[in-house]
């Protein structure tokens, strides 16, 4: 497959295992390593810490990498991403399927890494925006921070920037109680 050519699911299903984590973006493969041991304890630790809140306080499902999360698989364009959380509340339970997800989730998570910061900052976002996905938590080991993001209209604001060892919401979240820097003890 030539470079200008763009990638379908079906070039995606065959691409290798090979602990690279692979997502196509409006048609063009993106290629990051594998996370670090510091982003999976981060995830570990989120995951941890959402699984006390779903699904008893809010009904859904919380799925986690490697999932497929199809954004778009049209014959002019595919996008494929994966987002380190996912959670979908009921009323999105559409877009479950054996494929992975085929719609937009309730709620991304992406954990920043050196790798793919300016991929999770910029292009993910705008990606996340344009099919509608409701919210987006960008986590930042760096800052110790985890930005919460929600939809408004065609782009994201920020609603929290959450810190620190008090306990916060985030949405879609209430009474979540999320205290960031349990997120960052290995």
């Given amino acids: 497959m030539s470079p200008k050519s763009a990638f379908t699911y079906r070039d995606y299903e065959a691409l290798p295992n090979d602990r690279r984590r692979y997502e196509i973006h409006d048609g063009e493969l993106c290629v990051t390593p594998a ?3 510091e982003h999976q304890i981060i995830a570990s630790n989120l995951v941890r810490a959402l699984m006390r809140h779903v699904p008893g306080a809010a009904p859904g499902l919380l799925l986690f ?3 497929d999360v199809i954004l778009n698989d049209g014959p002019d ?3 494929i991403v994966q987002p380190d959380i996912v959670y979908i509340a009921p009323d999105r339970m559409s877009v479950t399927s054996r494929r992975g997800l085929e719609g937009a989730p309730t709620l991304a998570v992406e954990i920043l890494s050196p790798s793919s910061r300016t991929i999770d900052r910029v292009v993910k ?14 986590v930042d080991p ?3 921070v985890v930005e919460a993001l929600v939809l408004e209209g065609d782009r994201y604001v920020l609603a929290t920037s959450a810190a620190g060892a008090e306990p916060v919401d985030l949405p879609p979240f209430t009474s979540l109680g999320l205290v960031p820097d349990a997120l960052w003890v290995s």
């Fill in 142 to 144: 760096d800052v110790r």
């Fill in 65 to 67: 990498a490697p999932l």
């Fill in 77 to 79: 364009e595919t996008t």
């Fill in 35 to 37: 996370p670090s041991l």
């Fill in 125 to 138: 976002p705008r990606l996340y925006a344009r099919y509608g996905t409701p919210c987006l938590w960008l």
